[in-house]
């Protein structure tokens, strides 16, 4: 109860908008001093991003990224492979799924790194964030009306693009930075095998 001061109280909920994509509510809240407010909100299953590393065929690390064209935005934006879960999917069967669809890329070792909430303010949004490793190319199974370039670069080529800010994905920033401490030997991850959801 140590954040009984900050915590808001729902009362009620309706239904603002069920889109194919976007579910959205407004709340009725009361706040810790009693007030009374309104939360705007949009619902969201989850998902998860990938962080996949290839070395090439001169020993050097590589990530897998790509590039596609995000409509709110209006800009093509590069980012690491990521997507929503489907219902009843585990977060590593969606990550094995959304990386063999988007890049043809099937990983034999998967290592978990965390959770990021990405827009805190108005989704229940969260992403699993996963390394890949032991790389092997095979086909892309993009979704109908889904276009994008996958391309490969070092991590201090995408280090130096967060900085520059041609890299302002969110979820792939949050990436970069997890790359860069595991690369460091700051941060540590526990991989395993896994059999690949997607044969």
């Given at each position: 109860m140590r954040d009984k001061h900050l915590i808001e109280v729902k009362e009620s909920t309706e239904e603002i908008l069920k889109g194919r994509f976007l579910h959205a509510f407004r709340d009725h809240v009361t706040l810790p001093d009693g007030a009374r407010a309104t939360r705007e909100y949009v619902r969201h299953p989850g998902a998860v991003m990938v962080i996949p590393l290839l070395t090439d065929g001169q020993g050097i690390l590589r990530v897998v990224l790509e590039r596609q064209f995000r409509y709110p935005v209006g800009q093509v934006m590069i980012e690491f492979p990521a997507g929503k879960l489907d219902?009843?999917?585990?977060?590593?069967?969606?990550?094995?799924?959304?990386?063999?669809?988007?890049t043809g890329y099937?990983?034999?070792?998967?290592?978990?790194?965390?959770?990021?909430?990405?827009?805190?303010?108005?989704?229940?949004?969260f992403i699993d964030?996963?390394?890949?490793?032991?790389?092997?190319?095979g086909a892309r199974q993009l979704d109908n009306g889904e276009f994008l370039d996958v391309f490969t670069a070092t991590p201090d080529e995408l280090l130096g693009w967060c900085q520059s800010g041609q890299v302002t994905d969110a979820k792939t920033l949050t990436g970069a930075l997890w790359l860069q401490n595991v690369l460091a030997g700051k941060w540590s991850l526990e991989w395993q095998a896994c059999a690949s959801a997607t044969a």
């Open positions: 219902p009843g999917e585990s977060v590593i069967q969606c990550a094995q799924r959304e990386l063999a669809e988007e099937r990983a034999q070792e998967w290592a978990r790194a965390g959770v990021m909430h990405p827009v805190i303010a108005y989704s229940t949004e964030i996963w390394f890949a490793r032991d790389l092997t190319l």
